[in-house]
């Protein structure tokens, strides 16, 4: 706290020759703004679902991302005299049948896994932000066509849909990634359009417009930064779903294609041996659990230190 | 009823050393400080204080409905034998309703709107279960009729959205005395209604009071109200009370400086029309930090060092009257204070340079002739299938109006009356039908986005929201050179012309780096009037330029207008119903009344002599901050007709006291008097 000297000290008067009080420093500016953000940050630190959403998201950026280094042996190298093994010193998360380290090809998994939620979410996020402001900001029948495009998308159920593209072009990474984009855009673009809409009539945007300003530039500069917000919150809370809907899909063998590892090719094939070796299916179940209660977590407390909805109180 | 020995017998609640404190991220806000006053009963009490000062804080304290992070330090509430800051949920909710009931601000959003008003008015009584439900609306009913409610016994099964505004605020009135309470507080009830209503629900109130023997507290920032309605005033300051007493000894005979200051700058009770209005320098202080001696030394012109350091004296006068200042008692007792009432104690703004004299040309900055703006009600289709002709509603109705340079026009008009309309379509915002808008001779109407976009760095407009109308994520500095990229202007060094326009509208540079949620009300309209002006325009459509500012800060605002035409010529055309303000303002008046003008002509003509009925109405419906000036009767009753059942005749026929058949037949056409004043009625008063 800097204490502001003029005021209680010097006994001077607190008003300067402008009419405003000189007791608002420089230095008082800056810190409400910052003082601000330090609170946020209380308030996230002091959240016990916030912190451990947030570790339990940085071990699953960090298990995927350095996995080449932290994985004890190759995903695909083969044991095959400790095949089916459950845990030992050797393999601290078992072997499949065929006499894989279950361990690295959960971390090598958490690669597929992290590519899927990172390119998926962000892609859909961006288009259906794009999408919703200009539906929700252009003219009517625009806004009636998409939001007719929207709900024609939302109306497939997303395995059944998966599973025609499937059978159409046959399994791998680029289609199960599509499939997450296209399903996940008329949420985002949903969320956006009615935040645009509510935005379009008020005071600010008028003022915009009153000035002269382009379509593009209020979209861009105003509408967007009060838009996005909610949308990241979202975001956060949609990875969890991408990432079983990619488990889910390789599960059903329609998503990568063995031998890759992936957390739902091990479910898989740990799901083929349960009876004998049920080591795997459980090993192979964790981290999907611990990631999404991580995001979910994470995306809950952003959600209530944000969005000032949920705030307590006057 | 009070059974305490130390109560003055007709005092109702007593309100002790109350102090409240909130929460806030920013740290404990210490929002009330030690308040006492007593609540005398059969009386209305007025708390009256600027945004901030903690008015409302110590009603919903009384009612023990206080938000979640505030928390009652110390003090008690003396109602009867009980103390309601500590009664348990239990005996407060008995009380609520019961006992205690409150006047919301806004009937709007205070009524529920699925419920009609006989279900609503039969669950208030929910505490009676010997009561009959028939007889409950019979009780429901009587109560109706005793607000001015016409056929009760029909409309009480109606629903809120059923009943305009000024209705429901007498149908909330009404849902606050069905249980006939010892006391009524009303907070800020008429804020919401117009100029004409407002007049109609004070008259209402004291009808009501003097009928029922009730007990009245009144919270309202506007000084007129209080003068017309209370017969005890507490005055409010930044969380305590620092001066109370009878209406005549606050209005006529005000002890401390604040009260002082905070009558003279009403912009209603100045007489002399000088174009220059008294403010109050500076801010409320920032409660979180420590304070020590005088709350209000700051911003006092009469403030001494020991005003600084020394908690000022209370001097009680009489049963409820005290002040705190230290220039009535104490080692700096002043004799001579308080002045008499007719020399200013506060300054008025910077020593301004009167208007000059206006360079009278011929051609005018706008001219706007027989505009016509029509809003779509239903759509082609459905029109069709019902068999509608009339698919729209004239908003704005042969409208002509011109500003020239350098000259200032008042649009004044109530809600509805379309004159934010006629506005936003001179600022080709809103589509017009027909008519003409001319800026500098070129004509302007309808005309395309693109073509008119270089004529918008001639024609700028500030909103009425000062905050609402600036982007929340944008810095100040970002807000203020916004227009220069919109514009495309190169060569400019965009923080220079920050710092520029900072200074032009004396507004600080360090909050250059602030958020318009980092603004007062004050400071966020200076950012408004820095953005209006940024590339040198040559009218400003300015809309509401003094809503949501406190008494203190408009004058600052209205100086900074003038000051800024007198130096660069520019044209204003102010929309507003506060008549007050616009008559120390404006050269012109147009009254607009359900989008139509009925009368124009020179500020002083219109004030003095009113021509039209609704001018004549306007201009008395103002409530005076003078104790002695009370009004009698009220000159208009009914509100504004809806745009849709617009009457066919003279549109104000179905409120003019002096209506006649050639009135409800014929809509009167626009005359131009003699003395260049133009007017809608066919029986102009004083001809």
Known sequence: MSENPSESETGEPAVDASGLPDHVTDADIRESAARERREKLRMFLTNWQGVTGLILVTLFFASAIFAPWLAPYDPNALDVPARLSGPTWDHLAGTDQLGRDTLSRILYGGRVALKIAAIGVSVALVVGLILGMIAGFGPRWLDNLLLLAFDTVRSFPTIVLALAMVALTGPSLGMVLAIVIITSIPQYARVARTATLTLKNTDFILAERSLGASMARILLHHVMPNVVGPLLILAAMDVPVVVTVEAGLSFLGLGVLPPTASWGTILNEGYLVIRDAPWMVIAGGIPLILTTLGFTFLGEALRDIFDPRMGKGR | ?687
């Open chain 2, 1 to 687: 009823m009070p059974k305490d020995a130390t109560h003055a017998p007709d005092t109702l609640l007593d309100v002790r050393n109350l102090s409240v404190d909130f929460r806030t991220p920013r740290g404990r806000v210490k929002a009330l400080r030690d308040i006492s006053f007593p609540i005398r009963k059969n009386r209305i009490i007025g708390i009256v204080g600027e945004s901030g000062s903690g008015k409302s804080t110590v009603l919903w304290a009384l009612l023990g409905l206080l938000a979640k992070n505030a928390e009652v330090t110390s003090g008690e509430v003396r109602f009867g034998d009980r103390d309601l800051l500590h009664a348990s949920e239990a005996q407060l909710r008995a009380t609520r309703g019961e006992e205690i009931s409150v006047v919301f601000q806004d009937p709007m959003t205070s009524q529920i709107p699925v419920l009609t008003y006989g279900r609503q008015m039969r669950d208030i009584l929910y505490r009676r279960p010997n009561v009959t439900t028939v007889e409950k609306r019979r009780m429901a009913v009587e109560m109706l009729g005793k607000v001015g409610i016409p056929d009760p016994d029909k409309r009480i099964d109606q629903y809120p959205h059923h009943f305009s505004g000024g209705m429901r605020q007498r149908a909330g009135i009404a849902m606050a005395l069905l249980t006939g309470p010892q006391l009524l507080l009303a907070d800020e009830p008429t804020t919401a209604l117009d100029v004409t209503m407002e007049a109609q629900i004070i008259h209402l109130l004291q009808d009501l009071q003097k009928e029922l023997d009730a007990t009245v507290v009144v919270v309202s920032h506007n000084l007129g109200l209080i003068a017309e309605l209370c017969d005890d005033v507490v005055v409010m300051y930044a969380g305590e009370v620092i001066e109370a007493g009878e209406v005549h000894e606050i209005f006529h005979n005000a002890q401390h400086p604040y009260t002082r200051a905070l009558l003279e700058c009403d912009p209603a009770r100045i007489d002399d029309v000088s174009r220059k209005l008294p403010v109050i320098p500076g801010d409320i202080p920032d409660l979180t930090k420590p304070l020590s001696g005088c709350i209000y030394a700051s911003r006092c012109q009469r403030a001494m060092p020991i005003c600084r350091q020394q908690t000022p004296p209370t001097i009680t006068r009489g049963e409820m009257s005290l002040a705190r200042c230290h220039l009535l008692d104490g080692p700096h007792h002043d004799p001579d204070w308080p002045p008499p009432l007719d020399v200013m104690t506060v300054g008025k703004g910077e020593a301004g340079a009167r208007k000059p004299a206006r360079v009278k040309r011929d051609d005018p900055l706008l001219e706007v002739s027989d505009l016509n703006v029509q809003f779509e009600t239903v759509g082609p289709l459905r029109a069709r299938l019902k068999g509608i002709t009339q698919r729209h509603v004239d908003a704005v109705l042969d409208v002509s109006l011109s500003v020239a340079p350098g000259e200032t026009v008042g649009l004044v008009g109530e809600s509805g009356s379309g004159k934010t309309t006629l506005g936003r379509t001179v600022l080709n915002l809103v589509p017009a039908r027909s008519g003409s808008v001319k800026f500098e001779g070129r004509e302007i109407r309808n005309m395309p986005e693109g073509r008119f976009k270089p004529l918008r760095r001639d024609m700028a407009m500030m909103f009425q929201d000062p905050v609402g109308s600036l982007s929340p994520r944008k810095s100040v500095r970002a807000l203020i050179t916004e227009p220069f990229q919109i514009h495309g202007i190169s060569g400019v060094n965009l923080d220079d012309e920050a710092e520029r326009l900072a200074d032009m509208v004396r507004l600080p540079k360090p909050f250059l780096s602030r958020y318009p949620h980092e603004l007062s009300g004050g400071q966020a309209r200076r950012v408004g009037v820095a953005r209006a002006l940024a590339l040198n325009p040559k009218l400003i459509i300015a809309d509401e330029p003094t809503a949501g500012l406190d008494v203190s800060v408009q004058g600052e605002i209205l100086n900074l207008m003038t000051d800024l035409q007198a130096e660069h010529g520019l044209g204003y055309l102010v929309i507003t119903h506060n008549l007050p303000v616009v008559r120390h303002i404006a050269d012109r008046l147009a009254i607009m009344y359900l989008g139509r003008i009925v009368e124009e002509g020179r500020t002083a003509e219109v004030f003095n002599r009113p021509v039209h009925p609704y001018t004549q109405a306007l201009v008395e419906g103002v409530p005076q901050p003078d104790p002695d000036r009370r009004r009698v009767h009220v000159s208009i009753s009914g509100e504004v007709p809806s745009l849709l059942n617009r009457p066919k005749g003279c549109d104000f026929a179905t409120r003019c006291p002096y209506a006649q058949d050639r009135c409800r037949a014929e809509k009167p056409p626009h005359v131009t008097m003699a003395d260049g004043r133009r007017h809608a009625c066919h029986f102009p008063l004083g001809q």
